[in-house]
């Protein structure tokens, strides 16, 4: 809305979804934007679904939104569930082998979705799938999948490189900042230019 | 130029009262009020402390001011009520030094038991209100607030909402304000509020009231925004971005200073456009006023009185108010029905994670003990609570703070014999369960109260308090012993390992058995502190029959496998399943058969 670029990032709590739209953010506002961003903390957080949305522009004034622009999902089934956020359109970027396996599941009075790839083909939603774990192992730590797919969605946003450097150094403490500057490469590397279009 | 901040709503409060002279920050952690106090902290130059609730906090901010340092106090909206006693009297009392009080409310109960609009206490208590609608704003008021609070000789309020202590956005830092200090004076018939010198100052108060509305009409945080469409829209807070985001073309009065509510911008509003909104989040607290000035308003008929909005909800609820013809009306206007939020969308069929206990929080052992004893177990505010969903269904109650002790004791004298029980988190206790637990005492009620002894406050992300002695900025003072606290009250206390099942069931049957009053502490330090796997737990196919019983404890890691039971990577290795286990199917690696000899 108005030239105002949304992005949330979704997961399960613990999954370092907090820090990954802290660097965002921080990226953005290194571009010279305008950045708002929001979050919920407290109970809601308990094992549940983790939802944090950063939105930037020349002006933004909402720091909450229905639609995004761009899911980043830090798990498969948040981002099925992170498609309804997108509608008919944007771009998901999913650690697809990534599953946390809700209560529900294990108990077997519901199926975990693997529909993912039909329903965004489906809904013209361009997905933009990793094996984020592999990527976040090599680059040093399995903790570093949320920048893993940070890498991969800054193929998608508007910020230059020096930006995201910015972003991560303001960010990431400075003892784990190499690998997760490695993780955020790896992501980056990992989607091909014809993946990600015009 | 100094680098632009990103900070969230709750870091830009606290950095915006130390850059405003603020030299004491206190509180009691409540989402989503829990960040200032924890930011304020690490700020040098300031001292910052959890007190025991917030109504101690209260008090202590006000000690503060009147020895002439400017204050900064935090609680969530709820906890305001804790501190309704001695925040409506400090109305009159006013302060020295400035003094801020920040209530964060929750529209939506995102955190929270209950959905109050806070906004009601600043009219309640006659004092001047403040709603910054994002993070550079929340960061500039302080300044204001504090020198306003001096110049008006009265407490302010900084209401806060979710969406802006949590919301985060660019800051850019001013240069810090160089305060001349305040001495204390004596002034018996301003602090002591004895009848005779209250009725003085409440007439003050009064006359202060209309100081502040003058004021209010004058502050450039009361701005009236051109537009170019025929319609305006009367907003605070973080909902006026919702409706600038809806309605670029409107022309806006943005309220900074909310209250008292400057009725000359308000009349100046309807001297340019035909039609005004009031958009605003839960009570229709500005639309009344601007009702009772006998202007026609669009509010709650079209904005939701309940949950949370945003710029999509306050597109489609005005869109078809401003674009159509006003009505022409009789007088007088009578305020329509409110309407309320849409239910909640129709789940698309995926797997919900709602909130659970961790998998090894040992409140999971107290309950697996607890349903066995016919009690009704009266519950309260924490991570515990979580224990009333399924499948433990373990807590009957949650009222507010401290409520599980005091309701028990009622209901067991009602009824005449040891009918409920208490179960109480350890912040929470020493935040309002030890005055009914001296009152249970003294009335002889009978009763069980557990105190689940977590070593933190763990639902609002691991605080300290009096029972740890741990400070907001790591240090650590003098620890107070709950089982010493209750047995000089005069109660029988004993403290048991919570990780220790079979103990700890004993205990609980043991003192269900005794007449009168007991007190057992539950103690373990929560799991998420701890995050040291106890052991890896097998199942042994042969031996489960898929009776339930351990899936009936609720923990994450344990789910059915076919004709068996699986055990998750989540798994801490705490062992409750296998002490619940009455077929000995489950035990630790490497200790097989262990559980056998103990099945009976």
Request: proline residues 6%.
């Amino acid at each position: 809305m108005n030239g105002v670029t949304t992005v949330s990032l979704v997961g399960v709590g613990g999954q370092g979804i907090l820090l990954a739209a802290a660097i965002l953010a921080e990226s953005a506002s290194a571009e010279g934007l305008d950045v708002k961003a929001s979050e919920v903390k407290g109970m809601a957080q308990r094992g549940g679904s983790v939802l944090s949305t950063v939105r930037f522009g020349e002006a933004v004034w909402s720091p909450v939104a229905r639609r995004a622009d761009v899911v980043v999902a830090m798990e498969l089934l948040e981002g099925r569930r992170g498609l309804d956020l997108l509608g008919l359109r944007g771009t998901l970027v999913c650690a697809v082998t990534t599953r946390i396996v809700p209560g529900s599941v294990l108990r077997g009075e519901d199926d975990y979705p693997d529909d993912l790839a039909e329903v965004a083909a489906e809904r013209g939603v361009r997905l933009i799938a990793l094996d984020a774990e592999a990527l976040a192992r090599r680059a040093g730590t399995l903790r570093a999948v949320n920048v893993v797919l940070l890498g991969a969605a800054s193929m998608v946003l508007p910020f230059s490189r020096e930006s995201w450097q910015r972003g991560l150094s303001a960010v990431v403490p400075a003892k784990i900042l190499e690998v997760n500057e490695r993780a955020f490469a790896l992501g980056r590397d990992a989607v091909s230019s014809e993946e990600v279009g015009p | 130029m100094e680098r632009t901040l990103f900070y969230s709503g709750n870091e830009a409060i606290a950095h915006g009262a130390v850059r405003a002279g603020a030299g004491f920050a206190c509180g009691y952690p409540g989402t989503p009020s829990t960040e200032i106090l924890e930011t304020a902290a690490g700020i040098p130059g300031v001292h910052a402390e959890w007190c025991i609730n917030e109504k101690v906090a209260m008090e202590t901010a006000v000690g503060a001011s009147l020895a002439g340092v400017r204050t900064i106090v935090t609680m969530k909206h709820v906890g305001l009520n804790v501190a309704a006693d001695p925040f409506m009297t400090l109305s009159l009392t006013g302060v020295n030094a400035g003094l801020v009080i920040v209530s964060a409310d929750d529209p939506g109960m995102h955190s929270s038991q209950n959905e109050q609009d806070n906004r009601n206490y600043a009219k309640f208590a006659r004092i001047p209100m403040f709603e910054p609608s994002d993070s550079q704003e929340a960061y500039d008021v302080l300044a204001e607030a504090f020198a306003l609070s001096e110049e008006f000789d009265t407490p302010v309020l900084l209401r806060s909402t979710t969406r802006l202590s949590h919301g985060r956005g660019c800051v850019i830092p001013r240069v810090p304000i160089v305060l001349e200090p305040r001495d204390y004076e004596r002034d018996i018939s301003k602090y002591v509020m004895v009848p005779q010198y209250a009725r003085v100052r409440n007439r003050l108060v009064l006359e202060r009231l209309q100081r502040l509305r003058a004021r209010s009409e004058s502050s450039p945080l009361n701005v009236l925004e051109a537009g170019t469409a025929d319609f305006g829209i009367i907003a605070s807070g973080v909902a006026y971005t919702y409706a600038r985001e809806a309605f670029p073309k409107a022309w806006f009065l943005k309220l900074g200073m909310s209250h008292p509510l400057t009725y000359g911008k308000v009349v100046r509003l309807y001297q340019q456009v035909s039609r005004v909104a009031v958009v605003e989040e839960l009570d229709p607290f500005l639309e009344e006023q601007v009702r009772g000035l006998g202007l026609p308003v669009i509010g709650k008929q079209a904005i939701p009185a309940d949950g949370e909005i945003d710029q999509d909800i306050v597109f489609r609820a005005l869109e078809p108010f401003l674009t159509r013809k006003p009505a022409r009306r009789r007088r007088p206007l009578m305020p329509p029905a409110p309407r309320l939020s849409a239910p909640p969308e129709a789940d698309p069929g995926l797997p919900v994670r709602p909130p659970v206990l961790c998998p090894g929080c040992t409140h999971r052992s107290v309950y697996a003990s607890l349903r066995r004893q016919k009690l009704t177990p009266m519950g309260d505010i924490g991570c515990y609570t979580l224990g009333a969903l399924p499948p433990l269904l373990a807590l009957d109650s949650c009222l507010c703070m401290g409520a599980s002790i005091g309701m028990m004791a009622g209901f067991n004298k009602a009824l005449g014999r040891k009918a409920a029980a208490a179960v109480i988190g350890d912040s929470t206790f020493f935040h309002s369960g030890i005055t009914p637990l001296i009152d249970a005492h003294y009335n002889e009620a009978e009763g069980l109260v557990l105190v689940l002894d977590n070593r933190t406050t763990a639902m609002t992300g691991h605080q300290g308090h009096p029972g740890t002695g741990l400070r907001p900025d790591h240090s650590r003072g003098p620890a107070v012993d709950i089982q010493k606290l209750c047995e000089g009250i005069g109660v029988r206390c004993a403290t048991v390992d919570a990780g220790d099942h079979p103990a700890l069931d004993a205990a609980i049957k043991a003192e269900v058995a005794k007449p009168g009053l007991g007190v057992i502490v539950a103690l373990a330090p929560c799991v998420l502190m701890v995050r040291e796997k106890a052991g890896e737990i097998v199942v042994d196919d042969e031996r489960c029959n898929l009776c339930g019983v351990c899936l009936d404890i609720g923990c994450p890691a344990l789910a059915p496998a076919g004709e068996t039971i699986t055990v998750t990577d989540v798994c801490t290795g705490c062992g409750l399943c296998i002490d619940v286990c009455r077929r000995g199917a489950l035990s630790y690696a490497g200790a097989s058969g262990a559980g056998a000899e103990d099945a009976g």
